[in-house]
């Protein structure tokens, strides 16, 4: 069933996969500041519906599946509209709120300077603010669409100022708080969704061997090739290999469009973010020059992974008693499933989950017990719906009570499987350098992997978290986990 992976790698870049957007990691996925707004980014080339007919997602010729590749990230808004501007809308939303608030304090027979308006008024600013600077930098990433988020980038922040209002027993309105929580969220959904402008214009592809490579593996991009330098000087949306040997004709009106003020964009960054996905060729730094992730956030994420951890156990330990109850009634064999597994910087340790499959023997040493097929005939009744539902993955937050997994990040090997992978992958030990997850951008992208190609595509998907090791991105697999849970989408 599996073949060889170091053939696959090595003949994956000859062969026109549309399942696999492979780019090499030479350039951040979001290069420019999120908090600066003098021109678009690619994730704001974004729109609900396309304007290109046929622009449905491609199909995965390969594994069958639906290819994750955000074709509506290339399309989006005219940049000269300042209503399209993040940094109009800032502002704008901010200052009508507060005015709503004040004109409903005065309605209700408030004076303006009393502490129930005056700290309703201030901390419905503050987490408005937070709620915009939050779903701009959610935008930044593949698959985040303009409107998917709006709702729960408003209700973290939202409910942390409600808190801290409880906390120190502020005075507040409820009427207040509500209204700037309802008038922020409306405002942000109308000028991104009702207001938005798409760009119908094409984007220019400067021609070389990788825009060839981009374009072939992604068939429904809505673009147009430069026939000639001049036509480059043109347009506002400019992709290009900025690593290749062009001529100087080719660099000149490249340097005239940038100084006219287009957008120009390698083409790698293109490829990584429409797919989420790092071609695995070398080794790349992260946004911050480095190849070791953010320390500092490295340690808050870890601190607060321990505190969810032991939070969560508490409130879903009647959920993991019911399921252990029902997995003892179902089958014979212990309730917990115990495995070695590779974690940080390639130290093993060993797993816990809820016992899924029949009990047996397990096969030392073989890859093939490892891996789970579709409708496999070993797992359980009980443990179909454990794994549709991922309750069999709650024992796991012990491991991170342990400092053994985080909550979020790339999904730890069996043994057996990490060391054939690192004999058969170049560069594989690399996802070691973050700790692995009970979820990550892999699984709620890809779902569970079994063949050759699902693995390397995984494996770019880990490089592309790796990578872009953030708060945001963090955030966003959470918000995704939850629909994969829902939904039971990837379940085996």
């Known amino acids: 069933m599996l073949g060889t992976l170091r053939t696959h790698s090595a003949q994956v870049t000859d062969r026109q996969i549309g399942a696999q957007a492979l780019i090499e990691a030479n350039e951040p996925a979001s290069s420019q500041d999120p908090h600066a707004a003098t021109e678009p980014g690619l994730s704001d080339y974004l729109q609900t519906d396309p304007v290109i007919p046929g622009l449905e997602p491609e199909q995965d010729s390969h ?3 639906e290819l994750n590749v ?14 399209d501007k993040f940094r109009f809308q800032m502002p704008l939303i901010l200052g009508t709120v507060a005015l709503l608030q004040l004109a409903l304090g005065l309605a209700l027979g408030s004076q303006i300077d009393s502490p129930w308006v005056v700290n309703s008024v ?8 937070l709620s915009l600077l939050n779903y701009r930098n959610l935008r930044l990433f593949p698959g985040a669409r303009r409107y998917a988020f709006i709702l729960q980038a408003f209700l973290l922040p939202n409910l942390g100022m409600l808190g801290l209002l409880l906390y120190f027993r502020l005075p507040y309105s409820v009427p207040l708080l509500a209204l700037g929580f309802a008038a922020s969220v409306a405002m942000t959904w109308v000028l991104n969704v009702i207001f938005r402008h798409p760009n119908t214009e094409p984007m220019m592809i400067v021609p070389g061997d990788l825009t060839a ?3 072939a593996e992604m068939p429904k991009l809505y673009y147009r090739l430069c026939e000639r330098p001049e036509d480059a000087e043109t347009t506002n949306n400019l992709v290009v290999d900025l690593h290749a040997d062009l001529s100087p004709e080719w660099e000149r009106a490249i340097a005239r469009a940038a100084l006219r003020g287009a957008a120009v964009y390698h083409v790698k960054q293109v490829s990584e973010s429409l797919t989420g996905r790092v071609r695995i060729d070398h080794l790349s730094e992260n946004n911050f020059g480095m190849l070791r992730p953010n320390g500092v956030y490295f340690r808050l994420k ?5 505190v969810l951890a032991a939070v969560g156990l508490v409130l879903l330990s009647p959920i993991l008693a019911i399921a252990i109850i029902a997995i003892r009634l179902d089958s014979p064999g212990p309730a917990i499933f115990r495995q070695e597994r590779v974690g940080f910087r390639g130290r093993p340790f060993t797993i816990l989950k809820l016992r899924t499959m029949y009990h047996r023997d397990q096969r030392k040493d073989r890859r093939e017990d490892a891996i789970t097929v579709d409708s496999d005939p070993r797992v359980t009744k009980v443990g179909r ?3 549709k539902t991922r309750i069999d993955e709650l024992p796991q937050l012990i491991n991170v009570l342990r400092g053994e997994l985080s909550l979020i990040g790339p999904r730890p090997e069996v043994v ?3 060391n054939w992978y690192d004999q058969e992958l170049d560069f594989y030990p690399y996802r070691h350098i973050v700790k692995p997850g009970i979820t990550g951008w892999a699984q709620v992208n890809q779902g569970h992997v079994a063949s050759t190609e699902d693995v390397y595509r995984k494996l770019q998907y880990d490089f592309y978290y790796v990578k872009n090791f953030s708060l945001w991105l963090d955030l966003l697999i959470a918000l995704n986990t939850l629909q994969v849970v829902i939904t039971g989408r990837g379940s085996r």
Do not use: E, I
Request: glycine share 6%.
């Open 63 to 65: 594994a069958g599946r």
């Open 70 to 83: 955000d074709y509506q990230a290339q399309l989006g808004l005219q940049p000269h509209l300042y209503l």
């Open 122 to 129: 201030f901390f419905t600013f503050c987490a408005t603010t």
């Open 213 to 215: 490579r981009l374009l």
């Open 302 to 306: 870890d601190l607060s992974d321990k």
């Open 385 to 387: 719906f454990l794994r």
């Open 416 to 418: 057996s499987l990490s």
